[in-house]
């Protein structure tokens, strides 16, 4: 089944991750002979977006590696050659916990299975047993088809589920990169359509543009005056003006607070434009507004951008540009190990060939032990849900970024990206919640604030298992319980509910700060897997650094030419336009001939 | 197998004025103009970059490299009223080890499938690229069965009638086709072209899946959903 791969390579570059795309495009554009392997039969690994199916193979596959060893290959080597074998322990995913808050068939009762991988937190008394259907919601629903399990596997091609999902900054290096390496016409986007914040038991849309502050009613003029003044001292000073002086070693939050600034105002600056805590360096948190306000009014409202069809678009852009440039695609296809003999890597061995190198490239989820220095702590928590409506409804869809910052201590600040079915990641009448945080705990515990602040997740309810006569009740009244009460935050659930959970999943991935050993061969150039930021800037600047490591004399990623701009060597202009008249006349197919005549004239004299 | 392989250079025209704008020589305007994506699929060998260099340059090569540096090649066709513009996306090799990337087919309106009709195995990967394309890529999309080299009808194993009977079974358009002789190989494209919808909503600026294109020049606000190439 193995196919043979050419054996000789200027680049080898094993994973398709972000930053291994990049680089990979980046060599073959300036020519060099590349060889991107990767032994998923999908395309971006930690990075990559799989529709509902593939997401379901890759939960099982990764049950299934758990419990069969890799086992180590024994090589042949010539004297003076070391063999070192490649690993995937620093890829591990973990806390895998997938759970249906929908019943295979629409008209039995809700049915709560729960399908727990690995070390899950074991909880299982609050979901195992079966739950009564939720009448009172089917009666909500009015003329709308159920969602059930059965009819969300059935349309799994509409669905496009982000591992890592990420936002581009309108004039982040990312954008910047596509658009000067001709590379985004491969690509489309959406832009973020509102940045919202939580704010007086509510979520509010911040006004991000000149316009959308003017037009906004929660804020005074004065309020106003006072937020653009801050803005302004911001986008134009940047970090370094005298302005900050006083607040080198002090936090945003302390330099704001020195501003007079009201609540409402310092609110909008500190969680939506810097989205800092209150322990972000007053640095970073005029870096971030910064950052944010040059990106405004480029493209739509926000200064967001979101890929079609998710992020993991994106490493395929860069690969499909390799492979126009030349460079070589095999999936499915492993790294065994690695030659190393002296300083030097010479080549690797995938599936008995052995390939020669000059450069190895090469995924954290690859990288032989012997080489690491040191693994870092961090770790990524992820949350997805299917939702059965907007945690904000509005007019129209919308695509919506929130940063929530931390309630308490021991909680890390979450990052919450909204996806309608305008973007392909879901079907229409869903949508698609995706969170992420630092890892502190399981990704489970350390979103649970989060969900039960903006979603109806059911495994979240006190009770177990309901009966019917009393399911009625119980289901509306986590909204009702608290009417009494009367906060703004209550009266605002009865008016807008929270959405329904349709199916969620967590997981745990690694972050990317391993460090290779000083002893590690120098034609070594790792890669990570995807960070913690909210964008693409980390693999971007990374790949750049590695580029420039293994090629520091050429340019990275020239512009590519566009269609118009090919000509076909010995043709002195392009081709004649067959400008398809009418069929039958046959003219064109002369014009051809002629043309294919002249040239090989030309080529023979 | 090819094994001399010719580069394609590739040069940047001076005047760029022109880019993105379906002409006409003698100025004529056209009513309408849509524009698709088409995408590519076979085998390798079996003439998928002939196919398309005879379609928009006019050119065949025995020994073709594939596609050095070219993402994807343009070229119109003219019905009644309207301009049909063609973005055509060749699998750049991508193909050779089985490993497509899925973007490959994002938005594509049509697909060629092209097979070599001296070579059975290439026939029945067709097959299975049809189901492909059923299974990855939109619900609508247009697919021709392309049963390519046919000037070398000496040496045929596929039969014609076996192609057109699939072709029918599945709903695809189906000629045979010689990017060398230039047999109906406009005429597959303009099969295609016929065959697209070609309202207001499809082949809009060639934004296929309505989302945004990025590009140099924008730099002003433009409302969500425009392609802005």
Not at chain 2, 11 to 34: E, F, V, W
Not at chain 2, 83 to 109: C, N
Request: with cysteine.
């Amino acid at each position: 089944m193995e196919d043979d791969l050419p054996t000789e390579y200027d680049v080898v570059v094993v994973g398709t991750g972000m930053t291994e795309s990049i680089v990979a495009a980046a060599a073959s554009r300036i020519g060099k002979k590349v060889l991107h392997l990767d032994s998923n039969e999908y395309y971006g690994g930690l990075w990559a977006t799989f529709n509902f199916d593939g997401l379901q193979k890759w939960i099982e596959d990764l049950k299934a590696a758990k419990s069969d060893g890799k086992k180590d290959t024994i090589i042949k080597v010539e004297a003076g050659e070391n063999f070192l074998n490649a690993s995937n322990q620093y890829s591990a995913v973990e806390n895998i916990e997938e759970t249906w808050f929908i019943s295979n068939d629409a008209d039995l009762p809700v049915l709560t299975s729960k399908d727990t991988q690995t070390d899950g937190s074991g909880d299982g008394a609050s979901a195992e047993g079966s739950e009564k259907s939720d009448e009172d919601k089917v009666e909500k629903k009015e003329p709308v088809k159920q969602w059930s399990i059965d009819r969300i596997k059935k349309e799994y091609r509409r669905f496009n589920i982000d591992l890592a999902p990420k936002l581009l900054f309108a004039r982040g290096e990312l954008v910047e990169l596509l658009i000067s390496s001709n590379i985004a016409r491969y690509a489309e986007f959406r832009a973020v359509s509102r940045v919202a914040t939580f704010m007086d038991g509510k979520l509010t849309q911040v006004p991000c543009s000149r316009a959308d502050v003017f037009a906004n009613k929660t804020v005074s003029v004065i309020e106003k005056r006072m937020l653009m003044q801050l803005l302004t001292s911001c986008m134009e000073q940047g970090a370094d003006s005298p302005e900050f002086d006083g607040f080198r070693d002090k936090t945003f939050l302390e330099y704001l607070n020195t501003k007079n600034l009201t609540p409402i105002v310092k609110h909008y600056v500190m969680q939506a434009i810097a989205m800092a805590t209150d322990k972000t360096s007053c640095r970073d948190g005029v870096n971030r507004t910064k950052h944010f306000l040059n990106s405004l009014g480029r493209y739509g409202n926000t200064p967001f951008l979101w890929p079609m069809y998710g992020s993991g678009e994106l490493p395929q852009c860069f690969c499909r540009l390799c492979a126009v440039f030349g460079g070589v695609y095999c999936l499915k296809r492993q790294l065994d190990g690695v030659i190393v003999c002296e300083d030097k890597c010479r080549a690797i061995i995938t599936g008995k060939q052995r390939l020669a190198l000059e450069h190895l490239v090469v995924g954290q989820g690859h990288v032989p032990p012997e080489i690491v220095a040191s693994v870092g702590e961090q770790q990524i928590s992820r949350g997805i849900f299917i939702t059965d409506r907007s945690i904000m409804q509005g007019e129209k869809e919308n695509l919506t970024l929130l940063y929530y910052p931390p309630e308490k201590n021991g909680q890390e600040p979450v990052t919450v990206i909204e996806l309608g079915p305008s973007t392909n990641a879901c079907p229409q009448g869903l949508f698609m919640v995706h969170m992420t945080c630092k890892r502190i705990n399981t990704a489970k515990d350390d979103l649970e604030y989060v969900v039960k602040k903006f979603l109806r997740a059911e495994v979240l309810e006190p009770k177990g298992p309901r009966d019917s006569t009393d399911s009625h009740t119980q289901t509306v009244s986590p909204d009702k319980r608290h009417i009494q009460e009367g906060d703004a935050e209550t009266r605002d659930l009865i008016k807008n509910p929270k959405p329904q959970v349709l199916w969620s999943l967590y997981l745990n991935l690694p972050a990317s700060d391993i460090k290779l050993s000083n002893s590690a061969p120098s034609n070594i150039h790792l890669c990570s897997g995807p960070d913690l930021d909210l964008d693409f800037d980390f693999a971007v600047n990374q790949a750049k650094e590695v580029f420039a490591a293994m090629y520091p004399d050429e340019d990275f990623l020239p512009r590519a030419p566009d269609p118009e701009e090919i000509v076909l060597e010995g043709e002195e202009a392009p081709g004649p336009k067959f400008e398809g008249d009418k069929p039958g006349e046959g003219e064109d197919k002369q014009e051809g001939e002629e043309k294919q005549d002249s040239e090989k004239a030309e080529k023979e004299e | 197998m090819r094994n001399i392989r010719r580069p394609i250079r590739f040069r940047t025209k001076d005047n760029m004025a022109n880019r993105g704008t379906a002409q006409r020589p003698n100025g004529q305007t056209q009513g309408k103009i849509c524009q698709f994506k088409l995408v590519l699929l076979g085998e390798s060998a079996v003439g998928k970059s002939s196919l398309v260099l005879r379609f928009v340059k006019g050119q065949f090569h025995e020994y073709q490299e594939s596609t050095i540096g070219a993402a994807f090649l343009t070229q119109t066709v003219c019905l009644d009223d309207t301009t049909v513009k063609f973005e055509i996306w060749d699998t750049a090799g991508q193909e050779r080890y089985h490993s497509l990337a899925p973007m490959y087919y994002r938005g594509a309106q049509a697909a060629i499938v092209v097979y070599d009709i001296t070579n059975q195995d290439t026939f029945v990967r067709a097959t299975t690229w049809v189901k492909e394309l059923q299974r990855q890529a939109s619900p609508n999309i247009v697919i021709a069965l392309a049963g390519n080299k046919a000037d070398l009808a000496n040496k045929r194993v596929v039969e014609c009638d076996e192609a057109q009977a699939y072709a029918d079974e599945n709903g695809l358009l189906f000629m045979e086709t010689s990017a060398k002789t230039a047999m109906n190989v406009n005429d597959i494209f303009l099969a295609i072209a016929k065959k697209l919808p070609k309202n207001e909503q499809a082949g809009n600026g060639g934004s296929s899946g309505q989302g945004r294109r990025l590009a140099e020049a924008e730099g002003q606000k433009a409302t969500a959903g425009n392609c802005c190439k």
